[in-house]
């Protein structure tokens, strides 16, 4: 069978929704119409894996960007994109089309587009920035000159973000 030589890479819970924070999990298992979209487009996935369960308990609450602004956070996050970057040059080298790099819509760590933060009344609040993943990754690629587009999928809305 003939390759695409298309490849996207996907943050762990796109594939998996079992590993998010407790009631943040918006499908029982991978989120469909992401995959569907892959499908259509021939896309191979690479996963990510979750920065949170580096050092998180799988059963954990939901936070903002603010809670996971921190030295261990970073560094977790670092861990995981050391291997992305890495794949990203592996593809690249051999002439596959990195397609782009998908985070999770709000999410604290994963959002590539839109997070959550804490507003001035103390609420959950969304805002048009990266997590702390999708920040210290945009950090790493800038510095390796590496160019790929970054996007949300937005599960609700069954959609990519840019
Ligand atoms: S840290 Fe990222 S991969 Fe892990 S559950 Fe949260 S959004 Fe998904």
Redesign the pocket.
């Known amino acids: 069978m003939k390759r695409s030589k298309k490849i996207i890479f996907a943050?762990?819970?796109l594939l998996n929704q079992n590993?998010?924070?407790q009631t943040v999990a918006k499908c029982p298992g991978p989120v469909k119409e992401f995959l569907k979209y892959c499908i259509k487009n021939d896309y191979g996935i690479v996963p990510?894996d979750?920065?949170?369960?580096k050092f998180e308990p799988l059963i954990r609450d939901p936070e903002t960007k603010e809670f996971y602004d921190n030295k261990t956070s970073r560094e977790a996050s670092r861990e995981v994109i050391g291997r992305v970057i890495e794949q990203i040059k592996l593809y690249q080298k051999n002439n596959y089309k990195v397609c782009g790099i998908f985070?999770?819509e709000g999410?604290p760590?994963?959002g590539a587009i839109k997070t959550h933060i804490r507003d001035e009344n103390g609420e959950s609040a969304s805002v048009k920035e990266p997590g702390i993943?999708f920040e210290e990754l945009k950090k790493v690629m800038d510095s390796a000159g590496l160019s790929v587009d970054i996007y949300d999928w937005d599960i609700q809305a069954k959609k990519m973000l840019k």
Request: net charge positive.
């Open positions: 943050v762990h819970c590993a998010r924070a990510i979750c920065p949170q369960l985070g999770v999410s760590t994963c993943f």
